[in-house]
């Protein structure tokens, strides 16, 4: 395996580290900072290819939307409890 080769295989795992962690803290606030971080670093410093950046960019992105489509969900379901007593009147 040459440098280039190692390079990519340490900032992939890393980036993956950071994705783990993120489906841990998902909610918290800037919980995806960090690996939005780290695939940007990863890319502007040349050792992921653009092709990579935007399978993390899109994980990171479907991570993060699925916890949003949960919170709203949620706020949506408390509302319609909230309010269901009150069309009765």
């Known amino acids: 395996m040459n440098r280039e080769q190692m ?3 340490a900032a992939t795992s890393w980036i993956a580290g950071e994705i783990k962690v993120l489906h841990r803290t998902i909610g918290q606030p ?3 900072a ?3 971080s ?3 670093m990863a ?3 040349g050792v ?3 092709e990579q950046s935007k399978e993390f960019v899109a994980e990171i992105e479907s991570i993060v939307d699925a916890h949003r489509d949960q919170v709203l969900a949620a706020c ?3 509302m319609t409890t909230i309010s ?3 069309q009765n009147l």
């Open 76 to 78: 949506r379901e408390k």
């Open 48 to 50: 992921i290819s653009l």
């Open 30 to 32: 800037n919980a995806s």
């Open 38 to 40: 780290v695939t940007t």
């Open 43 to 45: 890319l502007v410093l």
């Open 84 to 86: 269901a007593p009150h």
């Open 7 to 9: 390079d990519n295989q």
């Open 34 to 36: 960090a690996a939005r």
